[in-house]
């Protein structure tokens, strides 16, 4: 299965105040900061294509201000490591976060690649001499042995948009990246955004994920619980391929602290894929599950 980082596969709901559930008017549920320092475990994966992932970071959030205006309370810097490992592939990221207003997040992050050569029947490190080389799952299983050892970096720029109404949250995450797999020409394939990435030179794609979600009431033995319609839009620049999905999503968190655990997260999404070259009509499924520990 293919690794990704964690935070740039799974979208992040670590709401803002502005955006936080807000208690029934006979039940008073105490809202925690985040902690300054944490440990994150995250395990993905996904179907349409293979997807998955085993990732271990951490990070510390210093928050330099705090106001009695939402828009303005809670404001943090952020910065964090993370390395990850699946059958086919090792990474290590470094990342730089802020939040200038309570409903926007912006991240900058670098990441180190090594695809490690394996037989994968998924195409994880499957090398193609050009964009319209076929690249169907078909073809991917056929040429599970041609798979190549070879490195790459990348890096990304994220920003995040959510704010909320009454019962109801938006967020909307544009993630651009910049690739480069120095060894080689021609393209490899990358079976997270299902797409082909240029050898040799610079290549960007952009991926950009907008949610709607509906925010079940808090209860004490409920901290978060949201359902909702979501899209998803992923377009590679040299290969010049794109992909439309739409589904549904649920997020659940069972509680906000509970001893050293801090919010753990399930998430589920599953839809179809609207537009894709080689994966139209077909079904997909991306699930989450993120432990988070402080002290």
């Not at 090792?90 to 690649?113: F, I, K, N």
């Not at 490190?125 to 041609?146: I, K, M, N, V």
Request: glycine share 8%; aromatic share 8%.
């Amino acid at each position: 299965m293919r690794v990704r980082s964690c935070v740039l596969v799974a979208v992040s709901f670590g709401l803002s105040p502005m955006a936080q559930a807000t208690p029934t008017k006979k039940e008073v549920v105490p809202v925690e900061e985040a902690p300054t320092i944490a440990v994150d475990w995250r395990t993905i994966v996904g179907w349409g294509p293979v997807t998955g992932v085993t990732s271990l970071g951490a990070r510390y959030r210093h928050i330099y201000r705090r106001d009695h205006n939402p828009l303005w309370n809670g404001l943090y810097l952020q910065t964090g490591a993370t390395v990850g490992t699946s059958t086919f592939t090792h990474s290590g990221s470094v990342h730089v976060e802020v939040q200038p207003l309570a409903v926007l997040r912006v991240r900058l992050q670098a990441e180190t690649w090594r695809w490690l050569g394996k037989p994968s029947e998924i195409g994880t490190g499957l090398p193609f001499p050009t964009a319209d080389s076929p690249s169907d799952p078909e073809t991917l299983a056929r040429r599970s042995d041609e798979t190549i050892r070879t490195h790459g970096r990348r890096g990304l720029l994220m920003t995040t948009l959510q704010g909320r109404v009454g019962s109801f949250a938006m967020q909307n995450m544009t993630r651009v990246s910049a690739w480069l797999l120095p060894k080689g020409d021609g393209y490899l394939y990358d079976s997270e955004s299902d797409n082909l990435i240029a050898r040799g030179q610079w290549d960007q794609n952009i991926r950009n994920r907008l949610c709607l979600l509906w925010m079940a009431p808090s209860r004490l033995r409920l901290h978060r619980l949201m359902v909702g319609p979501i899209h998803e839009f992923v377009q590679s620049r040299e290969a010049a391929r794109s992909r439309h999905r739409v589904g549904a999503m649920l997020v659940y968190m069972p509680v906000q602290r509970w001893g050293a655990l801090w919010e753990p997260t399930l998430m589920l999404d599953v839809g179809i894929t609207a537009k894709d070259r080689y994966r139209q009509g077909e079904t997909y499924f991306f699930g989450m599950l993120k432990l988070s520990l402080s002290p």
